[in-house]
């Protein structure tokens, strides 16, 4: 199966903000959060489709997102996701005895997933945490 | 030497903090006033009985008194603290601060141990028989007063920033570390035996940290001086050889830091240096 | 109604000239009156001493710069910790305690009355947010405007009467109660990094020397009639040779006093008290400053008493905060603040082995002793600069007997014990001038004129000790004295008690002064348009959002004065 | 000529991020918000769409579901849970207005809890490095004014902060400053970012190699010469040519992001970057500030300090203020599971923290106080709907630079629905009555 290794970093993108006003459950803001940004080297070994499916995986856990080439020059190696559940998914909760878990530059494994859905913060939610 | 005995009665979810379980506190009380101490389990104060049961006689002098704890303590933190005499020999995990401000005395525990272990510690030895947390012989924030005296020995691994602003003594890690062991040190020894994360030495103004595994890199900071057969920790001369560096610089530090060359091809560039001195 | 009486106390009230006369006080709706009715609620102070609750003139106790200490010294915290009880907030005490904390040492010392002596103006709303959260105390603050942009534009163009109503329109907006300088230009040349010299160094890019604000700022303080003179950390505050700079300072604006209250207050006189060339031979310029002091009455000043223990240094002198960095080696903070101001803060440790502590030690005490007249030297800490306020009592001992200032000077460095005359000084405080030095002298100068007295009228603040003066002698029974001045017996705030026996066993929120100075309306609406015009050029805020309201003082007590009458 | 039903409200400060833009002009007519002038794209969404994903009724979880309940009885049962606790964490803050953060820390007091804020998993390695080496810091306009060097390191203002780059750093015009001519931009980051591409010069660094880059650049600072020729992917001749551009400005700030709080060392990328313009001043002016991301998360640590000493994380169980991140921390006390109940108001862990760590929080009675629905608020025990601050509710906000500033109420909330002050002095006098205080 084809497969990049690459280190993933989160943070902020405008899309993630305006998303995030709009209301989480919103389209915009799973529009602007559920995506993995790559470059476009990665994108071609993939052999994705801007927008298409893939499959990120660390250590501690792995989520499908839609696969982007950066607007941000990413060097090859490097993936961004917005901040938000989907990355939340694949972040170290190790904080050193900092305080603060270990959001960036985590080892990610990035392959194609283009059968399989991206979940919905509602799928999210309701799958991922225990009923009450 | 009396030996006293707790075991832990239930399993404890929230924060205890147990600064009382200490041969200092404890000796010469009776069994009864020593299941009437007081302590915190979160925000609730509670008798060591609540938790614990108690078996053997701590009814003698401190420096007389072995105190045993047993069960997964976890979340008992602050055991030991300030102690001046005795011992205290945990079998099970112990939570975060244990021995801290100890000035002397021995803790043994048999299992892991949490961070801050040996916190502001002045004097004493405290071995882990297991891993330890981040910050083993530290300072706390925003003051400068880490580890002085005594040793810590951990068997297992160790997490980040072991000997945080350490001023002396000895932090001795048979496996791994994660990064910064010694930033800030100022005097005293960290010896990392397996491999180290990084950044070994950072901001460091004196003492001696010693790597025998693989250090991924050197900080920039720390410039090369030679390469050493052996290295001198307490009295132990080990043998190398090692590559030695001073720093850190940009805090116009005089620490030297030692990393075993056989564990390191990846630091060979040093070498380029040795024969420029040698020219 | 509610009614109180003190009865039989030892009252040292100097403002009305009692000077440990055995009477009763009579309380009725917060204020001293004449008489209460046989249902009055009775307080014993017999065989103590009873005196006007405490005014602090000069106290570093709230705002972003306490705050930003705060935030970064959490080693000074842990040592001194307090847990809520029913009546009072929990808290963390030692050089920089939070705020409710804050309330609560300075009622137990029989405080009151409290000033924030420099507020960056533009962060005042802070300061406002901090005081509101400091109970039992009355408070106000002081807005520092000696590097103010407008005010060296204004002064600078020689436009003294719009400038004047520019400070009236600031102490308003900021709610403030003084004009505060500190190092008047030099705060605007460390904001490129850059350091003044004495008082006639131009500012860069202003074409103004400190010597033009504190005159300029000094009249404007007249003219406006505001009640406390200008308020001044001088110039060279990190040099050795200071001294001259504090008297030039003094004696620049002599010519300017036509009698009455003194013009000028200048603030922790030992800071700026320091004869000789450098670090190595500085020595005590305080008998030059005491001689000047006692020779002129224009002038009245607070000490900034050294206390030998570890404490936060903090002021809006950024430059000096740097140069203490460099010499301790501790961390160091800077908050520099656009248009008006800067601030630094350093963690320091006077210590008795230190030659310059030693000496700043002597300074601070040869000033109280050396000035004659007591309403015109202050007792403080600059807290917590020279040390936290809780160690008041340890001055008062110092200032009450030799023997106590013996004891202290005996282990100090030797070279520096050689060069002080502190160990040769005769004088002690009595009870009378002590209650001078804390209360009526502060509540003076700062122009309250509800406290610092017991007389008719006056707010209900009194603080009562256990100290018997007819049977004390406390040149030899200093730490007694030292004891009761620490925890009150009684502190009473507008008839109400507060703390009894050193606990604290009531609270209020305490109300905030500040003034709001009237200007002719033409002169006004005229700095307002250049306000309105040049506001925006100079700060990162919307001029209508800077002002605070009325309403967001917890408990506003406003003074009006009109300028020019 | 306006109608009637519409108003115009100026000034109106932004409660976006920590910019604290106060220059908006709002436009509303009959009750609702058509136009937000001077607002950035992200604030023209917060403006126009607030309405968006709203709840009105205060829920409580029966049978397994979140169901509408009365607001005394949300009141009760969050009392309830926060005064059972042994150990609750009161989490969020960073949304709110400083008041609310009083009122917080006080329940957070009474119950014997930990009051945590966002700072923790965004600018606490700021702090946590402040405390070992101090900050030089000051407010914007000072960087308006003077600065002739800009750097923003692991930072995108143009996507997170986007009006900060025009108001008051590289774009806008200063007393001595005419405007992007005389200043100089640095970008530090992995990615080339759109803010890289403004800068005159562009540093990509390799992901969590800040540490090495910022003693490479200390070392160049002081004129020592650099051994090692590649440190964390930059040349050692880039890193000597971007330390004389510090040494020789005139007015230098370094405005970092949570790319360098995040990234490998934390705190210790903070150390040496506070010590690296601590080390500057000596021959320059030189001052540093975060690039702080939520509106209110500066008030929250301020009012977290006055009351308490320490700007966040800090255990109240033991009746006095504690604090020791990675100790009282959120995260960590989530990871190791250690509350055993939450309240979280304006924040939504849940969406932003590591999954185990959120995990854990559905899995304790939790309340929630918030205006919009969320991840967190859909697995919360008890959810209360509060009026947006800001728009709906005024108080008072710090900027990144810690300058304060009053938010109007522009609107009223929907009806029924609440302020954060309000709902949260509801629980505290219940809390007190429950506790016979």
């Known amino acids: 199966m084809t497969l990049v290794k690459v280190r993933l970093v989160s943070g902020r993108s405008i899309g993630q903000g305006k998303g995030k006003e709009l209301g989480k459950f919103s389209q915009q803001y799973f529009q602007s959060v559920a995506i993995c940004e790559l470059s476009s080297d990665d994108m071609n070994i993939l052999a994705v489709p801007e927008g298409g499916n893939v499959r990120v995986k660390t250590d501690f856990g792995d989520v499908v997102v839609k696969a982007y080439t950066s607007k941000q020059s990413l060097p090859k190696g490097i993936a961004f996701m917005p901040y938000g559940p989907w990355a939340n998914r694949l972040t170290d909760p190790e904080t050193h005895g900092s305080g603060m878990p270990s959001l960036k530059g985590i080892e990610a494994e990035v392959s194609p997933a283009l059968k399989e859905e991206v979940p919905t913060l509602e799928t999210l939610v309701k799958n991922l945490y225990s009923e009450k | 030497m009396k030996e006293i005995t707790f075991r832990l009665k239930r399993p404890l979810k929230v924060p205890v903090d147990a600064s009382c379980i200490s041969p200092d506190i404890l000796g010469d009380k009776t069994n009864e006033e020593i299941l009437s101490f007081e302590l915190w389990e979160g925000n609730r104060k509670i008798h060591l009985s609540d938790i614990f049961t108690v078996e053997g006689d701590a009814h003698t002098s401190s420096d007389d008194l072995e105190i045993r704890l047993v069960g997964d303590m976890k979340k008992v933190r602050r055991i030991g603290r300030g102690m001046m005499t005795g011992s205290i020999e945990v079998k099970g995990d112990v939570g975060m601060h244990l021995g801290e401000e100890m000035a002397s005395g021995r803790i043994i525990v048999n299992g892991n141990a949490g961070s801050w272990v040996g916190s502001r510690m002045k004097g004493g030895s405290i071995e882990i028989h297991g891993n330890a947390g981040d910050f083993v012989g530290s300072a706390y924030r925003g003051s400068r007063n880490g580890m002085k005296d005594g040793s810590i020995v951990i068997e297992g691994n160790a997490g980040a920033e072991i000997g945080c602003w350490m001023r002396g003594g000895l932090v001795r890690v048979k496996g791994k570390t994660g990064t910064f062991p010694g930033v800030h040190m100022s005097n005293g020894t960290v010896l990392v035996e397996g491999d180290c994360e990084g950044r070994a030495g950072a901001q460091m103004t004196g003492g001696k940290v010693v790597v025998l595994g693989s250090l991924p890199s050197i900080l920039p900071s720390f410039v090369f001086e030679e390469i050493r057969d052996k290295v001198k920790v307490t009295e132990e001369k080990l043998s190398g050889p090692f590559y030695t560096f001073l720093g850190d610089v940009n805090e116009n530090g005089s620490g030297r830091l030692s990393v075993k060359v056989s564990s390191n091809p990846q630091l060979k560039w040093c070498e380029s240096y040795v024969e420029t001195l040698e020219d | 109604m509610s009614e109180l009486l003190v009865r039989n106390g030892y009252v040292y009230d100097p403002l009305n000239r009692i000077n440990g006369e055995k009477m009763d006080i009579a309380i009725r709706n917060g204020i001293v009156v004449d008489d209460v009715g046989s249902s009055a609620k009775l307080v014993d102070a017999s065989g103590m001493i009873v005196m006007p609750g405490g005014v602090d003139i000069h106290s570093h106790i709230a705002g972003s710069k306490v705050n930003l200490a705060r935030m970064i010294r959490p080693e000074d915290h842990e040592r001194d910790v307090e847990s809520r009880t029913s009546i009072t907030r929990a808290g963390v005490g030692r050089s920089i305690p939070s705020t409710f904390t804050t309330g609560y040492r300075y009622a137990r010392m029989g405080y009151t009355t409290v000033f924030e002596p420099a507020t960056p103006p533009m962060k005042t709303r802070h300061t406002h947010e901090e005081l509101n959260d400091t109970p039992m105390i009355d408070k106000g603050c002081f807005p520092l405007l000696g590097n103010n942009w407008f005010v060296m534009d204004y002064l600078r163009e020689g436009k003294l009467e719009e400038c004047a109503a520019y400070v009236a329109w600031m102490l308003k907006a900021t709610k403030g109660y003084a004009i505060k300088l500190v190092n008047p230009g030099g705060v605007e040349a460390w904001g490129w990094g850059k350091y003044l010299t004495g008082l006639d160094d131009p500012v860069p890019r202003f074409d103004i020397t400190p010597r033009e604000i504190v005159r300029g700022l000094c009249k404007i303080n007249t003219y406006l009639n505001l009640p406390h003179p200008i308020h001044v950390h001088t110039n060279d505050l990190a040099r050795a040779g200071n001294y001259e700079t504090t008297i030039k300072t003094m004696d620049c604006v002599r010519d300017l006093y036509h009698g009455g209250k003194p013009i000028i207050h200048i603030t922790h006189v030992q800071f700026t008290g320091r004869s000789g060339t450098d670090w190595i031979n500085v020595a005590s310029g305080a008998p030059e400053i005491a001689d000047y002091v006692n020779k002129h009455e224009h002038v009245d000043i607070d000490i900034g008493q050294i206390i030998f223990t570890d404490t936060t240094t903090m002021t809006a002198d950024g430059s000096f905060q740097f140069l203490l960095h460099l010499i301790s080696g501790n961390k160091w903070a800077n908050t520099d603040v656009e248009a008006e101001t800067g601030g630094g803060i350093v963690p320091f440790h006077y210590k008795k082995s230190n030659y310059v502590n030693c000496i700043q030690w002597g300074i601070g005490l040869e000033l109280a002793l050396m000035i004659k007249d007591p309403w015109r030297v202050q007792m403080t800490t600059d807290h917590p600069n020279a040390g936290p306020f809780t160690e008041y009592p340890r001055i008062i001992a110092w200032l009450m007997s030799r023997e106590a200032r013996g004891r202290v000077a005996r282990k100090l460095n030797k070279s520096a014990h050689r060069r002080l005359d502190v160990p040769g000084l005769d004088r002690e405080y009595s009870f009378y001038e002590i209650a001078i030095a804390t209360r009526a002298a502060t509540a003076k100068t700062l122009g309250l004129k509800q406290k610092g007295h017991l007389g008719l009228g006056a707010d209900g603040d009194i603080s009562i000790y256990a100290i018997d003066p007819t049977t004390i002698n406390p040149s030899r029974q200093y730490k007694l004295v030292r004891r009761a001045f620490r925890k009150a017996v009684y502190t009473i705030k507008e008839g109400k008690i507060l703390v009894k026996n050193g606990e604290v066993v009531d609270t209020v929120p305490g109300k905030t002064f500040w003034v709001d100075p009237k200007v002719p309306q033409d002169t006004y609406e005229k700095m307002l348009s250049n306000l309105e015009r040049k506001f925006e050029d100079y700060y990162t805020m919307q001029m209508s959002n800077y002002p605070i309201g009325e309403e967001y003082l917890l408990a506003s007590k406003k003074i009006e004065t009109v300028a020019g009458s | ?437």
């Open chain 4, 1 to 437: 000529m306006t109608a009637l039903s519409e108003k115009i409200i100026s000034d109106v400060v932004c409660t976006i991020c920590g910019t604290g833009c106060d220059d908006l002009q709002i436009r509303i007519k009959d009750g609702k918000i058509i136009e937000a002038k001077n607002a950035c794209a992200v604030s023209i969404s917060k403006f126009l769409e607030q309405h968006a994903q709203r709840y009105s009724s205060p829920m409580i979880r029966r049978d397994g579901e979140l169901k509408c309940a009365s607001f005394d009885e949300a009141v009760c049962k969050a009392a309830t849970i926060l005064s059972e606790s042994r150990y609750p964490i009161l989490l969020g803050w960073s949304l709110t207005s400083a008041e609310a953060t009083c009122i917080g820390v006080e329940l957070a007091e009474l119950v014997g809890g930990v009051v945590d804020n966002n700072t923790g998993f965004c600018h606490g390695p700021g702090l946590i490095g402040a405390q070992d080496i101090g900050v030089s810091t000051c407010t914007l306009g000072e960087v308006r004014h003077r600065a002739d060097v800009v750097v923003y390191w692991g930072a995108n203002p143009i996507h997170a902060h986007p009006r900060h780059i025009a108001r008051y750093t590289v774009l806008s015009k200063g007393r001595f400053r005419e405007g992007r001519k005389e200043r100089k931009m640095i970008v530090v980051d992995v990615r080339k970012t759109d803010t890289a591409r403004m800068a005159d010069l562009f540093i990509q660094i390799e992901p969590n190699g800040d540490y090495e880059l910022l003693s490479a650049l200390r070392m160049a600072v002081k004129g020592e010469e650099l051994e090692q020729q590649v440190i964390a992917g930059v040349s050692s001749e880039r890193i000597e040519e971007l330390a004389d551009l510090l040494v020789r400005c005139e007015f230098g700030i370094i405005f970092y992001g949570v790319g360098l709080t995040m990234s490998r060392g934390k705190s210790r990328n903070l150390d040496a970057a506070l010590s690296l313009v601590r080390d500057l001043n000596r021959s320059t002016k030189f001052l540093i500030m975060p690039m702080r991301g939520h509106f209110n998360v500066c008030g929250a640590n301020e009012v977290t300090s006055w009351i308490t000493g320490y700007p966040y994380a800090v255990d109240l169980s033991r009746g006095y203020p504690f604090y020791n991140p990675g100790e009282t921390s959120a995260v960590d006390i989530l990871s190791r599971r250690e509350c055993d109940s939450a309240l979280v108001i304006s924040s939504d862990p849940v969406s932003h923290l590591p999954y185990s760590v959120a995990k854990y929080l559905s899995e304790i009675p939790l309340v929630t106080i918030d205006p919009h629905v969320t991840a967190t608020t859909m697995v919360s025990d008890v959810a209360f709907p509060t009026a947006i601050m800001g728009i709906e509710a005024s108080g008072s906000l710090y900027r990144m630079d810690g300058v304060v500033l009053e938010c109007k109420k522009l609107l009223d909330p929907p009806q029924s629905v609440k302020s954060d002050v309000d709902v949260l002095r509801a629980i505290l006098d219940r809390v007190k009555s429950l506790k016979g205080a």
